[in-house]
Each structure stands twice: as C-alpha cells, then as structure tokens.
C-alpha cells in the first residue's frame, strides 16, 4: 500500500515561493517504475497538473507555470518537493501529489491534498 | 497548453446512461491512448475510474467504460446510481511529455 503526504505551510505571501514536500511511503522514489506528479485545484475550479518528476530527476511541467515550477526528488530520504515561485492569489488551490505508473496513465495513489492560500 | 474540452454538465434518471466527452487535439487524445478518468465528490480527493482509454482500476464498477475515437474520449456510465452524482475528469497526455486535464462536467442524477 503506497502512502503519499504532502506538507508545507498553508499559507503564503504574494510573490514569495511556494514549497510543499510529498513524502512516499511504501514505494521507492527511485523506481523506473514510477512517475511522480503534482496536480492542484483552486477553490471551486478544475484540476490543473501542475508537472511531475522521473526517477532519474527528469522534469516536466505545465506551459503555463514553465518558469516558475521546480520539482525535485530526494532518494535518500524518499521524497519529492514542489517550489512555485513568485506566487499570486491565482496559485491559491489545493495542491495534491500522486504517483503514476510508468507507461501508463495510471495514477493509482494520491495524497489526501495541502490548501495553500497565497494572501498578505 | 489547452485545456481538453468537456460539457460543463450532463444530467441522467436512475437506471440510464450517460456519456461525458472529452474533446483534445492530435497532440493528445488522437495521439495516445494514455487517457484516463476522474470521478470527484465535493471536498474529496479525485478517484481513478478508467485509465489507458478503456481499462478499469480494481474495484471500480463496471458500469464505468471508456472509449476513443479520433481526438475524442468518453466516459460511460451505465445503470446510473444517485451515488454517481459528481464531477468528472478527463486527463491526457500530449506530445510534449506534459499532461493536461479537461475542464471537468458535473453530473446531476435526477
């Protein structure tokens, strides 16, 4: 049974950056196997991915947040980070990580999803 | 990155079928067959239904299924039950190694 967790502040500045962590339990980070997303959803609104990592640390992210999304993982401590720079009250929402399996649209474990509102 | 096209809702009596679309481009949906999609209660995290087109998670209900033709997905469900009533999800992959979601149809069981 995979367990994901993701933790962070729930609250942060304009233009400040968001950094949530996904902590991964029962599964290896490290697998080829596995994929590692983050998807989010603003209050009342659509489910938006946000980007996902590799194993191998290979990164891609929406267009849309390109420059200002960074996801990385650490296989020491079995976990992977999302860091959004120079938030606004738009990047308010809740943010879920998730794992998908590779080759494959499969997304069979999620988080149960961290709000994080972005207000001064 | 465009959002996939969804009907913003859809409605069904007890005991008939529905079919939510799932419109994208041959940048993704005619491209792939790497769709899948989400069911979503109000306050609650998304759940798989169907992923790689048509295949069902374990335990799911087997009167979700799912198909595609061309640049189009859809979700069926058949024998709908109140318990149906949500939001759905569509989600696919796209030719620059990205993923996108569809804006989401609500479904109302009358």
């Known amino acids: 049974q995979v367990q994901l967790r993701e933790s962070g502040p729930g609250l942060v500045k304009p233009s400040e950056t968001l950094s949530l962590t996904c902590s991964v339990a029962g599964a290896s980070i490290s697998s080829s196997d596995n994929r590692w997303v983050w998807i989010r959803q603003p209050p009342g609104k659509g489910l938006e991915w946000v980007g996902n990592i590799y194993y191998s640390g290979n990164t891609f992210s929406n267009p849309s947040l390109k420059s200002r999304v960074a996801i990385s993982v650490d296989t020491s401590q079995n976990y992977f980070s999302l860091n959004l720079n120079s938030v606004t009250a738009a990047d308010t929402a809740v943010y879920y990580c998730a794992r998908r399996r590779a080759g494959s649209a499969l997304i069979d474990s999620w988080g149960q999803g961290t709000l994080v509102t972005v207000s001064s | ?110």
Not at chain 2, 24 to 29: K, L, M, R, V
Not at chain 2, 69 to 85: H, K, M, R, V
């Open chain 2, 1 to 110: 990155q465009s959002a996939l096209t969804q009907p913003a809702s859809v409605s069904g009596s007890p005991g008939q079928s529905i079919t939510i679309s799932c419109t994208g481009t041959s940048s993704d949906i005619g491209n792939y067959n790497f769709v899948s999609w989400y069911q979503q209660h109000p306050g609650k995290a998304p759940k798989l239904m169907i992923y790689d087109v048509t295949k069902r998670p374990s335990g799911v209900s087997n009167r979700f299924s799912g198909s595609k033709s061309g640049n189009t997905a859809s979700l069926t469900i058949s024998g709908l039950q109140t318990e149906d009533e949500a939001d759905y999800y569509c989600n696919s992959y796209t030719s620059d190694s990205t993923w996108v979601f569809g804006g989401g149809t609500k479904l109302t069981v009358l």
